[in-house]
């Protein structure tokens, strides 16, 4: 099935699959190179995928990729599409009569369809959707329970949203007045390209005039925040927690670790990469890979990180220094500089 | 229709609006200072709103605000509230008998009204919204799809709530037991003052006793999280990600970034602003402006950075110094204080 | 009711309860220790629970745990589980003619349980939950709104989920290739055990093979992502806003604050404590302490950080030493370490 070089005579029943520490005899596993040798020797799965130069003493099948070809098997055990959305339209969907679900796969219980929202062939809905008037969904979508879309946002195919996402909030937009906050209209809307994925409880907000988009075949993590007007290229890989302030634009096959913050208007390069954590307040080249908050190329952070760690002990050298240079006179001013605001913070930080 | 000067003799067909970078023939768009002057000479709108002081090659209107009339403008292309929200009581609708919502203008295809509740004059519900028992909404607000509130909570006027926004969740507290973490119950509600509007899957929790508030006018953006017992003040701002641990008192017109967290029992005061990315464990006077984790002034925090990167630099100095002063004996600790824990890091950074 | 020794021979009329500084006229405080006594002097309630050596001038009693104490009295507080979860199946349910939900005390309007799902004696579900198919659920649970749980996944006994929870979405795990991002299926499960809270909107990826677990007594605040495979130990109490990388493991007892971020595959040690806002990219020993971005020691953290304050007075006292040595050669590698990057930051920052 695989279409791999069988190595080893046996042919062992195959039942499930499994990473090579959680494998039980029955299990197919997979090895990628040698930083895994010893989970090899340990593991209880009955046959393993090998790449080329790594030999196994189980049952094998070498594959020049074996993360794919395990990906690949790993579909065997997908509970089916027609058993987690059930086909047809259920009788307790509101679809309102302008709405065009005909090519629609699966329309589940209690799901809301607004006036002129129409979608492509293959689409399946689970329970609980909520599309806004004049949303149009493109062809093998999946929507898991609860997406929510609003008004004239618009998915591409093949996109899968998972439990909980909602497309097209307001933008987060006020001015100072007299009164207080003014709201700015958010008239724009939100594409979401082909091949998107995107995460439970992550948000696309519409834009204030013009177009949100996130770009052909990217991924968002869970509880992801897209602000007003952002571009997305293509290809991103962006983790759970991490919010684009508006009008940012991610280039193209741009990889973002969790928690990253990034302000607003900030252009981050094609397939640039940032570590978890990160906070980007200005731009960033395309290629580069930044670490920190604020955010700097991450051989430097590393250095800075490390050289930090040496600094109480560069202090006493220079205060030992100074002593025999007869310079004694700055204890004043250190004790300014050092009001020991921390103390407080550390029991705050263990239990918020 | 917007009340200012009319310069330029022409008068220009508009049908759409937006930035100057955007814009398209037939846009009206806006230039707000001397900063955008580029843009102006290279946008394709039809015509733009300019401030006194700054003059334009095309018809123009000038305002002392041009970004409010700007943002007054986009009214004109705003979906109206009737198609969003349609009018009448859903026949799906399931309003427990004791509920009062006579005044509602529209309420979705399965809402789920507990009993007790009750709302004001041209309060407006999509579908699938959630209010527990004995809550009370105001008039004309919004509750975008599956807006949940649980029991007893208060809603002002005029109060937008996003898709998935939920009121009255259970603070967050526990204590260590013999057999466990024991939970403490929380009695009492949240409490949404007049005009505050709160994004897509933000959560405010219910208190312990008493009332969690966010205070009149207040504007809260998508995933952000309050605690119990926080009581939030009037006119604030508070970005995406950000949340606020339990009993924390944010004052008047706070302004905070985006991913802020800050700790329990913090006290932030009028007017101070919090940039993104901070992390809050001790107080904030009123009118201060701080970053970092922990946060400190703002200026104290660029120089801090700045610093940092001359350190690589400064180590190497004093070695030098030390050097000519033959002190050479620090080499030692040097090393024990330099682990290097970053570099594994790096690589999991990169890819969470 | 609070098997105290009662002091003050009044018995005062008690109606509610509060913490000493919000309490009024009829309610019952309490007091943990003497640090605050001041509070205890200005409070308006009419009896306090005090501990051993603490005394007041109020009605009280005394208890060893006054804390506990007090939160056993709130539980007198509590709306009813069946005005907040009316008893009975609502008619509005869509039910699986395989699901068995025969034990469940209530089933809420618009649910919808799919096929071959299952659920424990004395469990409540409110509106709005969406199981998928083969969903098990074990006794005492608490289900609030729009609960949404995929295929196969199993929740112990006496677990609460509330509103918005989504468990067992994809895991995030996709390969590059020459199309693109090829998706990795995820056709693990979620196993959430006896015991666990989980707070709004909080999110738990099912494994790609295998388990991702949440263990025992383990509770979980609003707002936090837990990726696929990852097991979270007995007894754990994890802040808002938090996020676990894939196959990460958390042992038992562990405290992490809010806004923490955990990279993939790392472990972190029974009994750690994590502040808010750490970075987490490699293990943690058991019983650590840990703070920072990358998580480091909290004690040498702030350490670390009241010696960085002290760096630019470091800088001008090492340019001095310099100077009386006659070393002034290196100004110019000074300026090229100092581009000032954070200027920008600030004013993005402060309004993001």
């Known amino acids: ?51 080329p130069g790594i030999d196994s003493h189980l049952p094998a099948i070498r594959l020049s990729k074996p993360y794919i070809g395990f990906a690949d098997f790993l ?12 086909r047809g339209i259920h009788e307790t969907a509101v679809v309102h009569e302008t709405a065009d679900v ?61 439990a909980g996402v909602c497309l097209g909030t307001d933008g987060f937009g006020f001015l100072p007045g007299p009164e207080g906050l003014k709201k700015i209209p958010q ?17 696309v907000d519409r834009a204030t005039t013009g177009i949100t988009r996130v770009g052909q075949g990217t991924k968002l993590d869970n509880l992801v925040q897209v602000g007003h007007n952002v571009k997305v290229g293509s290809h991103c890989v962006i983790s759970a927690h991490t919010g684009i302030g508006g009008s940012s634009i991610i280039g ?14 900030v252009n981050i390069g094609d397939g640039a990469q940032i570590a978890g954590k990160s906070g980007m307040f200005k731009d960033v080249p395309a290629g580069a890979t930044v670490f920190g908050v604020p955010a700097i190329d991450v051989k430097e952070s590393f250095r800075l ?17 100074e002593g025999s240079a007869g310079a004694s006179s700055q204890t004043s001013s250190e004790s300014k500089n050092n009001p020991g605001p921390a103390g407080n913070s550390a029991r705050k930080g263990d239990n918020p």
Chains 1, 2, 3 share one sequence.
């Open 305 to 321: 990180f490390s050289a930090m760690r040496k600094l109480p002990e560069l202090i006493r050298k220079v205060r030992r220094l």
């Open 1 to 51: 099935m695989l279409q791999g070089e069988l190595i080893g005579g046996a042919d062992p029943e195959i039942s499930g699959a499994a990473g090579l520490s959680d494998a039980r005899a029955g299990d197919l596993s997979f090895i990628t190179d040698n930083s895994h040798l010893e989970a090899l020797k340990l593991t209880q799965a009955s046959a393993v995928i090998i790449p």
């Open 75 to 86: 579909k065997n055990f997908e509970v089916s599409l027609d058993r987690v959305f059930p």
């Open 187 to 203: 008239v724009g809307i939100v594409l979401i390209e082909d091949d998107v994925e995107i995460g439970s409880g992550s948000c």
């Open 102 to 162: 005909s090519e629609a796969v699966s329309i589940g219980p209690y799901c809301v369809i607004g006036a002129g929202c129409s979608m492509g062939q293959g689409t399946r809905l689970a329970d609980h959707v909520s599309l806004g008037p004049d949303v149009t969904i493109g062809q093998d979508c999946r929507l898991y329970s609860r997406v929510a879309i609003r008004e004239n946002c618009q998915v591409g195919s093949r996109v899968v949203l998972h």
């Open 252 to 265: 193209n096959g741009v990889a973002i670790g969790g928690s990253v913050g990034i302000a607003d208007h």
